[in-house]
C-alpha cells in the first residue's frame, strides 16, 4: 500500500481554485503541463518496482488513467514520470531484500506515490521513504532544472493527504513520523504539524506563481466516500483495541478541514489558482452512485496480493469482478479507480473550460 491515501489516500487526494471565469485574450493557451504531487497525480514513478512492462505501476487499475492525465489529454499533451523509484525493504511489507532507489529519468511528472507536503519521512508502502520526495522538493527540483515557469504552463498539484496519514500513524500506532521518537506525538502535536504542511503547500503555490506560472490547479483535501483503510482503521472496534492513543474519525475530520482552511485562506487573493474541491466531487458519487455508473463504494476492486497489496501492481487481471475498474470506486485501500479520477479530471476541466483555450 501506498501508506495514506494518498494513503492518497487514501488515498485522499487537490486542486487549486478558479477565482474568476476569465474569457477571449483573458484564457490561458495551454503548451505545456506540469505535474507535482502525492499518489494521486503520479503517473508511474514505481514502474520498476512492478517487474512488468505492460504495468506502468500507477495508483489504481493499471493501465488506467489518474486525473492529471485526462487533464492533459484534453490539450493533446501527455505526462511522464520525472523520476524511477524501486522496492524498498522498509517500506513494502517484505516484498524485497533491497534498499529503495531513485533515478531521474526526467519527464514531467514530478508526484510521488507517499509524498508529504514538506516533511520526511514520506508515507510510501513501497519506495524509499527518506528518498520519496516531498511535494516541495520536487517543485524545487522543478526549479533547480528550468529556473521558471513557461508561457501556456499548466500546474497541476496534490498534496496534504500523506501528512494527514502521518499524524494519525504517529499518535496511534506511535511510530515516529516528525522526528520526535517513536511514541512522543500528541493530538496537540499532531494538529500543529497539519498547519505547518498547509502552510508549506500555500507557501510553495506563492513561490510558484512567483516564478512565472499563469494557471495552478490545486485540489483540496477530504473524500467523503469511506476508504477501505479509514472504514477499518478508523472504526471504533479498531480503535478500541489497535491504537496506542485513539484517533478518532472525528478528529482526521476535523485535520482535513483544518488543512483545507489554511489552505483556502492562503490563496484567496491568487487569481492564478483554480481550487478543486474533491470532497464536493466525489460527494456526487456517494449521493447517487448509479448516476456515475458505480455498483460499489465499499470494497476495494483489486485483489492482488503480490507483491504487495497496493494497487501500484493491480492490473484488469486482478479485479474482484471483469469492470470493477468503472463500478467500484476504491482501487486499493486509498486509491480511487480510474472512473473515479475520471469523476475528479471532469471537474477539473468544467473549471479550467472559461480560464484555458
Excluded at 478528529?251 to 483544518?258: E, L, S, Y
Aim: charged share 15%; net charge neutral.
Amino acid at each position: 500500500m501506498n501508506r495514506w491515501i494518498s494513503k492518497s489516500g487514501m488515498a485522499t487526494a487537490v486542486l487549486i481554485a478558479v477565482t474568476a471565469c476569465g474569457g477571449g485574450d483573458d484564457r490561458v493557451t495551454v503548451k505545456s503541463v506540469t505535474v507535482f504531487g502525492d499518489s494521486l497525480s503520479d503517473v508511474g514513478t514505481y514502474h520498476a518496482a512492478t517487474g512488468d512492462p505492460a504495468n506502468p505501476g500507477k495508483f489504481t487499475v493499471n493501465p488506467g488513467k489518474v486525473w492529471v492525465e485526462n487533464v492533459a489529454a484534453q490539450y493533446g499533451l501527455t505526462v511522464t514520470p520525472n523520476r524511477s523509484l524501486t522496492l524498498d525493504k522498509d517500506a513494502s511489507s517484505g516484498a524485497t531484500t533491497e534498499v529503495g532507489t531513485a533515478t531521474v529519468i526526467g519527464g514531467n511528472g514530478y508526484a510521488e506515490g507517499g509524498a508529504r507536503v514538506a516533511a520526511l519521512p514520506s508515507e510510501s508502502g513501497i519506495g524509499n521513504n527518506q528518498l520519496v520526495a516531498p511535494v516541495r522538493a520536487q517543485v524545487n527540483r522543478y526549479l533547480q532544472t528550468h529556473g521558471r515557469f513557461s508561457d501556456g504552463e499548466l500546474v497541476l498539484i496534490s498534496g496534504g493527504g500523506n501528512d494527514i496519514y502521518a499524524q494519525f500513524s504517529a499518535v496511534c500506532w506511535h511510530t515516529d513520523d516528525n522526528g520526535l521518537g517513536a511514541d512522543n506525538t500528541t493530538i496537540d502535536i499532531a494538529t500543529a504539524k497539519i498547519a505547518e504542511a498547509a502552510q508549506a503547500e500555500v507557501d510553495m503555490i506563492r513561490q510558484i506563481r512567483s516564478k512565472g506560472a499563469q494557471l495552478i490547479v490545486l485540489i483540496s483535501q477530504g473524500n467523503p466516500i469511506l476508504s477501505p483503510f479509514w472504514r477499518y482503521y478508523g472504526s471504533p472496534e479498531y480503535q478500541a483495541k489497535g491504537c496506542y492513543t485513539p484517533v478518532t474519525a472525528q478528529q482526521t475530520d476535523a485535520w482535513r478541514t483544518q488543512f483545507n482552511k489554511i489552505v483556502q485562506d492562503g490563496i484567496a487573493n491568487m487569481p492564478e489558482v483554480v481550487y478543486v474541491d474533491a470532497q464536493a466531487t466525489w460527494g456526487k458519487a456517494l449521493a447517487n452512485p448509479a448516476a456515475y455508473g458505480f455498483t460499489n463504494l465499499t470494497a476495494k476492486a483489486c485483489t492482488n496480493t503480490k507483491l504487495t497489496t497496493s494497487a501500484t501492481f493491480c492490473t484488469r487481471s486482478t479485479l474482484a469482478a471483469p469492470d470493477a475498474d468503472q463500478t467500484y470506486f476504491w482501487s486499493d485501500a486509498f486509491h480511487p479507480t480510474p472512473r473515479g479520477h475520471q469523476m475528479l479530471s471532469d471537474q477539473v476541466l468544467e473549471q479550467l473550460k472559461f480560464r484555458t483555450r
